[in-house]
């Protein structure tokens, strides 16, 4: 498995901008999808982002489309989620996760990471 460790998260006003990253560690990194997932307090954990081996693609939840960012850095091994545009119901954990299915289905991703906490003022 990998080893995956998050940071970027914090305290931001709505309208407001956080990019988080996730820096891997251990099996090959470019062998793996890679998403993004979020849990608020009293919900499920739900699927945000997630972006293929060699970041050719990528799919968004429709709640974000159009105002966060993934992208992967293979050299690094890390993947960032740059969000603008933040909104209060942007709150939650976020985690990074890797696998090998290249789904959007948290049950097929083997590795996470332990979570950043990101909260979005009114």
């Known amino acids: 498995q990998v080893q995956l460790v998050e940071s970027g998260g914090g305290l931001v006003q709505a309208g407001g901008s956080l990019r988080l990253s996730c820096a891997a560690s251990g099996r090959t990194f470019s062998n793996y999808e890679l998403g993004w997932f979020r849990q608020a307090p009293g919900k499920e954990r739900e699927f945000v982002a997630r972006i293929s081996w060699n970041g050719g693609i990528k799919y968004y939840q429709d709640s974000v489309k159009g105002r966060f960012t993934i992208s992967r850095d293979n050299a690094k091994n890390t993947v960032y989620l740059q969000m603008n545009s933040l909104k209060p119901e942007d709150t939650a954990v976020y985690y990074c996760?890797?696998?090998?299915?290249?789904?959007?289905?948290?049950?097929?991703?083997?590795?996470w990471g332990q979570g950043t906490q990101v909260t979005v003022s009114s």
């Open positions: 996760a890797a696998g090998y299915a290249g789904t959007s289905q948290a049950r097929d991703y083997g590795s």
